[in-house]
């Protein structure tokens, strides 16, 4: 029973946003990381998955209660301050075995590259508790910690957590609290979820979409990693774990999942997932995805971080992806992911910053002998279309409304539409158009940006791509 009420409330909000074949965005922004949008590209136009460029080395596991084996990093962002979580331990190569417990350490950033690991005095280790570790024992696997969003989380429930108990305890996920992000106690004594194999970065957080609580995790699917996903009204009651899916996709070893919500759109989940090759040394490799629903992604099948970006990503298990996407001051137009290195290689471990271009995952991408994208029917609400888009060294991007049938609509066609070039995060579309009459052919034409007068009517959209990316667009006031 649980699993069908998963499955109609997937239902029931795809059958919301697209109701006879017309999807009505709002105002809300479109990204091209799936096909959702596009009913054609046509000419010298396609998708283009991009990756993101690396940056500095932010965090160096080099304490005594870290190490070579240190993981599963969550980052998020808690006001003006950047929290980190991560778990310490370390891993002797020729012996085979741990050097000491796994513990879960805490990190903080003002800026998002400069951390600290702050003296919290909560855990001991090796007779001090002059050290930045929050958990020992039980969940110090592989916790992961988020900032909690539902309007009706108690005070001392403001964050909350989620990590396995084996070794040392039963089989299944358990779920924490904190009021504060530092100090931490579990909800239940008996685990949440126990359908699965948990020995992986598994994560929560809240929807507001939904208004519920999403929860991925990882099984083994006829000796295959996979991820599966429930949902909850309170985090401690969940649906039945369903498997996700992924049309067309190779069935592949997906190690972590890195799921969120994406915060600039956040009808739109996007992931990070972990391939991982055992037949290849056991080397991982992350790649994208991204869903409408929670349950259904789109996979792109390159990885988004190589091996070779920069240096000591080859190795076993040597190239993962933190649970984190942030917008760093000072950085506009700009968004930071960050990925591991070195793993094993000791005596310790690395955190590597990368950046994207704002929504810059997938774009849709026009050559030079020019090509189109043409939107499914949508309605919009909005006086203004504002597109994120790039042209190369000659290139342009020219717009085009268009009726339910695919004609022109007057004043909105693609000659009415002064090329954009140069790149920019945010820029208006203007259309050229002349209030005059017939008698009077030589008064002068008007630059026309307001599109109010077609809110709410069914339209396609036109993208006319030379030399150009466009990597998404939305309507607004």
Same mark, same amino acid.
Request: one cysteine or more.
């Given at each position: 029973?649980?699993?069908?009420?998963?499955?109609?409330?997937?239902?029931?909000?795809?059958?919301?946003?697209?109701? &006879?074949?017309?999807?009505?965005?709002?105002?809300?922004?479109?990204?091209?990381?799936?096909?959702?949008?596009?009913?054609?590209?046509?000419?010298?136009?396609?998708?283009?998955?991009? +990756?993101?460029?690396?940056?500095?080395?932010?965090?160096?596991?080099?304490?005594?209660?870290?190490?070579?084996?240190?993981?599963?990093?969550?980052?998020?962002?808690?006001?003006?301050?950047?929290?980190?979580?991560?778990?310490?331990?370390?891993?002797?190569?020729?012996?085979?075995?741990?050097?000491?417990?796994?513990?879960?350490?805490?990190?903080? !950033?003002?800026?998002?590259?400069?951390?600290?690991?702050?003296?919290?005095?909560?855990?001991?280790?090796?007779?001090?508790?002059?050290?930045?570790?929050?958990?020992?024992?039980?969940?110090?696997?592989?916790?992961?910690?988020?900032?909690?969003? =539902?309007?009706?989380?108690?005070?001392?429930?403001?964050?909350?957590?989620?990590?396995?108990?084996?070794?040392? &305890?039963?089989?299944?996920?358990?779920?924490?609290?904190?009021?504060?992000?530092? =100090?931490?106690?579990?909800?239940?004594?008996?685990?949440?979820?126990?359908?699965?194999?948990?020995?992986?970065?598994?994560?929560?957080?809240?929807?507001?979409?939904?208004?519920?609580?999403?929860?991925?995790?990882?099984?083994?699917?006829? +000796?295959?990693?996979?991820?599966?996903?429930?949902?909850?009204?309170?985090?401690? =009651?969940?649906?039945?774990?369903?498997?996700?899916?992924?049309?067309?996709?190779?069935?592949?070893?997906?190690?972590?999942?890195?799921?969120?919500?994406?915060?600039?759109?956040?009808?739109?989940?996007? &992931?990070?997932?972990?391939?991982?090759?055992?037949?290849?040394?056991?080397?991982?490799?992350?790649?994208?995805?991204? !869903?409408?629903?929670?349950?259904?992604?789109?996979?792109? =099948?390159?990885?988004?971080?190589?091996?070779?970006?920069?240096?000591?990503?080859?190795?076993? $298990?040597?190239?993962?992806?933190?649970?984190?996407?942030?917008?760093?001051?000072?950085?506009?137009?700009?968004?930071?992911?960050?990925?591991?290195?070195?793993?094993?290689?000791?005596?310790?471990?690395?955190?590597?910053?990368?950046?994207?271009?704002?929504?810059?995952?997938?774009?849709?991408?026009?050559?030079?002998?020019?090509?189109?994208?043409?939107?499914?029917?949508?309605?919009?609400?909005?006086?203004?279309?504002?597109?994120?888009?790039?042209?190369?060294?000659?290139?342009?991007?020219?717009?085009?409304?268009?009726?339910?049938?695919?004609?022109?609509?007057?004043?909105?066609?693609?000659?009415?539409?002064?090329?954009?070039?140069?790149? !920019?995060?945010?820029?208006?579309?203007?259309?050229?158009?002349?209030?005059?009459?017939?008698?009077?052919?030589?008064?002068?034409?008007?630059?026309?940006?307001?599109?109010?007068?077609?809110?709410?009517?069914?339209? $396609?959209?036109?993208?006319?791509?030379?030399?150009?990316?466009?990597?998404?667009?939305?309507? !607004?006031?």
């Amino acid at each position: 029973m649980n699993q069908l009420c998963t499955l109609l409330t997937v239902m029931t909000l795809s059958l919301a946003t697209a109701i &006879g074949g017309v999807i009505d965005i709002g105002s809300r922004r479109e990204l091209f990381v799936d096909r959702h949008m596009i009913d054609e590209i046509s000419g010298d136009a396609r998708l283009q998955l991009h +990756r993101p460029e690396p940056r500095e080395v932010v965090l160096v596991t080099g304490e005594p209660w870290e190490g070579n084996t240190s993981a599963y990093y969550t980052i998020f962002q808690d006001g003006d301050l950047y929290r980190m979580y991560y778990r310490g331990s370390n891993w002797d190569v020729e012996a085979r075995k741990a050097t000491h417990p796994e513990v879960t350490c805490y990190a903080e !950033s003002r800026d998002g590259i400069n951390w600290t690991k702050p003296n919290l005095g909560i855990v001991e280790y090796e007779g001090s508790k002059q050290n930045n570790i929050i958990l020992d024992g039980i969940g110090t696997h592989c916790f992961v910690a988020f900032k909690d969003g =539902n309007p009706d989380a108690p005070p001392e429930a403001r964050y909350k957590g989620i990590s396995r108990g084996r070794p040392l &305890g039963k089989k299944g996920l358990y779920v924490y609290q904190s009021p504060d992000g530092v =100090n931490w106690s579990l909800i239940k004594d008996e685990p949440v979820i126990t359908e699965g194999a948990f020995d992986s970065q598994n994560l929560a957080f809240w929807d507001p979409q939904i208004g519920k609580y999403r929860e991925y995790h990882r099984i083994f699917v006829n +000796r295959v990693r996979a991820i599966m996903t429930g949902t909850s009204d309170d985090f401690v =009651n969940w649906t039945d774990p369903v498997l996700l899916k992924y049309p067309g996709a190779p069935n592949q070893h997906l190690y972590t999942n890195a799921i969120r919500a994406y915060h600039r759109a956040p009808h739109i989940l996007i &992931g990070f997932p972990t391939r991982y090759l055992p037949d290849e040394g056991q080397r991982v490799e992350p790649i994208f995805m991204a !869903s409408r629903d929670g349950l259904t992604f789109h996979r792109w =099948n390159d990885p988004v971080i190589p091996e070779t970006a920069p240096k000591d990503r080859a190795g076993n $298990r040597s190239n993962y992806m933190t649970w984190g996407l942030l917008e760093l001051p000072d950085r506009p137009g700009e968004m930071s992911v960050y990925a591991s290195e070195a793993y094993y290689e000791g005596p310790d471990t690395r955190l590597r910053r990368f950046a994207y271009r704002s929504d810059g995952f997938v774009s849709a991408s026009g050559g030079p002998g020019g090509g189109d994208l043409v939107t499914h029917p949508l309605k919009f609400s909005g006086s203004r279309l504002e597109v994120n888009f790039q042209a190369r060294p000659g290139g342009q991007l020219r717009v085009e409304f268009q009726d339910q049938e695919g004609r022109p609509i007057p004043g909105y066609a693609l000659v009415d539409c002064p090329p954009l070039t140069g790149d !920019s995060t945010r820029i208006i579309v203007n259309w050229k158009q002349c209030p005059c009459s017939q008698e009077t052919p030589d008064e002068e034409e008007t630059i026309q940006p307001d599109v109010g007068s077609l809110a709410g009517q069914t339209i $396609r959209v036109r993208f006319r791509l030379e030399n150009a990316d466009l990597y998404s667009f939305r309507f !607004s006031e």
